[in-house]
């Protein structure tokens, strides 16, 4: 069960902190990748030690600084790539007041045609996210702050295969879905739970992000 003692801010800075620290970028990240267009992964377009500086260098007017929304109604410190275009719009975080250390990169809402790690994508159903972690998964129970989040531990959108913490969640968007018993609020269920296969959940939000390096003072927020 996801703990709502955690700090707001830390829960969206980095969804990783409480994750064994990544290995180092490698050819498993990469593959992560999706191969062309606007995307969030592993190492676009930001990676952990990618500077305010340099983003903004490479994407000009089209990144803006400013408040980053978080749970609860929380605004954050941090910049938005595109921010006047829906579709290509993406959050960027940083741990550290100097806009040094990438914390998360996040794309979400129902008009982005951002591509995440795998191909995955604003929209895509449960069960093709089961296909690319090559297993099911947990999920936090739907209807609440803190839920509809995955844990891909030990699958192939596992920190420890791509190099980085993939956060995706999930929800049903068309109205469709079945609302059982059991898989609302603060729960944990499996992924190919009838009832929440039931519920036709789709991908709304994807985000990538590291922990707090040592000896990085986080920002006040």
Known sequence: MYRKSLTLTALFLCVAACSPKPSPQTESASALSAVAGDRVDCIAPAGPKTTADELKSEYGKDLVFGDVGGPEGTQLMGAI?????????????????????????????????????????????????????????????FGWDYGGYGDFTGG?????????????????????????DGIMGEVQVQSDDTRVKAYAPVVTEIS?????????KPAAQ
């Not at 990538?208 to 990085?216: A, C, F, N, S």
């Open 208 to 216: 990538v992000g590291w922990p707090l390096p040592q000896g990085v």
């Open 156 to 180: 192939k959108l596992s920190s420890e295969v791509a190099g980085c913490h993939i956060s995706l969640r999930f929800d049903n968007v068309s109205g469709d879905g079945v609302v059982a």
């Open 81 to 141: 790539l595109y921010p006047d275009d829906p579709k290509r719009r993406i959050d960027i975080v940083w741990w550290d007041e100097a806009k040094t250390v990438v914390s998360t990169v996040r794309a979400r809402g129902e008009d982005s045609r951002v591509t995440g790690p795998l191909g995955i994508h604003i929209g895509t159903p449960l069960a093709e996210v089961e296909t690319a972690n090559g297993k099911p998964f947990l999920i936090s129970g």
